[in-house]
């Protein structure tokens, strides 16, 4: 039951970054066609939102989907043991929040969406990033308000530009530093899920182990004295776990979230590390290979875990 709870809490942990964010790891992204009529199932995280339909990013690759909604599409909670998951209305698709989409591809390349599942946990901490960005977001409009106002202003004011010029001026001036402060707010947003990796740290495994071993958290530590000479404004943490080849796929990717896992408990429990700092774990299983598994030395390389330093550019600021 506690390793229960302790799952769900690292769970939760890394769900709260996608929140300090939103958007744009997808800077650099392409949008992805489906296929007409083709199925799928997919998972992803929520990049932006309008009332029938969203974008979404493939937790796996930089790839983006549009997935529209409709009537029909069924929203809920993952299914449980004997019995389903509990439905929501499509209200509860909020950015940032992971799910599963399943749905066929129309004649525009996007996902029709018939069911869309999420963790309760995840609900939450998009919940908690919605309360965070939506003040921002309105100090935005305000600004953009105060712009078109200040505009107003001087369109009245050139009909008498030779008696009122020093008027003029200065709201061109509130007009100007309107216009930055949107700009600064707004770019802001739209960084929110926009990251650089600084430094990847491998963290190394024994064969069939999620155990961190003195080796591991040497190299964590070494890591760690680096940092705080570092300003570490803006900087996010991601977790990946890996696996080399050997044995079955669902083990190794059992395996390779218990070894993220691992190194995310080692780094919280030992030196505090800020919840909000975490971004939402990932266990890639035997995908994405270091070196071949043909060998030994190449098996070894790909029993892992990455932690990998991010500068979030919508925290950093400009």
């Known amino acids: 039951m506690k390793n229960n709870c302790l799952k769900m809490s690292y769970l939760a942990l890394f769900a709260v970054i996608l929140c300090i964010g939103a958007e744009n790891a997808t800077a650099q992204a392409t949008y992805k066609r489906v296929g ?7 998972k992803g995280v929520i990049a932006t939102r309008s009332a029938d339909s969203l974008t979404m990013r493939d937790v796996s690759s930089a790839d983006m989907y549009y997935v529209d909604l409709s009537p029909t599409t069924k929203v809920q909670t993952y299914k449980k043991v004997l019995r389903g998951g509990d439905q929501f209305p499509a209200s509860y698709l909020l950015r940032g929040l992971r799910i599963q989409v399943t749905g066929t591809g129309n004649a525009d390349g996007h996902i029709i969406a018939k069911q869309i599942d999420f963790d309760p946990e995840d609900l939450r901490t998009a919940q908690a990033l919605q309360v965070s960005v939506d003040p921002v977001e309105a100090q935005a409009e305000a600004n953009r308000k105060k712009i078109e106002e200040n505009e107003a202003r001087i369109a009245a004011t050139e009909e008498n530009a030779k008696r009122m010029a020093g008027q003029i001026d200065e ?7 309107a216009q930055a402060s949107a700009d600064r707010a707004n770019n802001r947003i739209n960084g929110l899920g926009d990251y650089d990796t600084i430094k ?9 182990s999620a155990a961190l071993g003195p080796k591991g958290k040497k190299i964590i530590d070494e890591a760690r004295a680096w940092v705080k000479t570092q300003d570490t404004k803006g900087w996010m943490i991601s977790v990946i776990g890996f696996a080399d080849s050997t044995g079955n796929s669902a083990k190794n990717k059992t395996l390779s979230e218990k070894r993220a896992n691992a190194v995310i408990g080692y780094l919280v429990t030992k030196y505090g590390l800020p919840l909000t700092r975490l971004v939402q774990p990932f266990g890639a299983g035997a995908d994405m290979p270091a070196a071949e598994n043909t060998t030994a030395a190449g098996r070894a390389q790909n029993r892992r875990a990455e932690i990998k330093l991010l500068l979030n550019k919508g925290i950093a600021g400009d």
Do not use: S
């Open 36 to 42: 007409f009529n083709e199925n799928i199932k997919i």
């Open 200 to 208: 990847t740290i491998v963290v190394p495994f024994a064969t069939g």
């Open 171 to 177: 709201a061109q001036a509130m007009a100007a530093a």
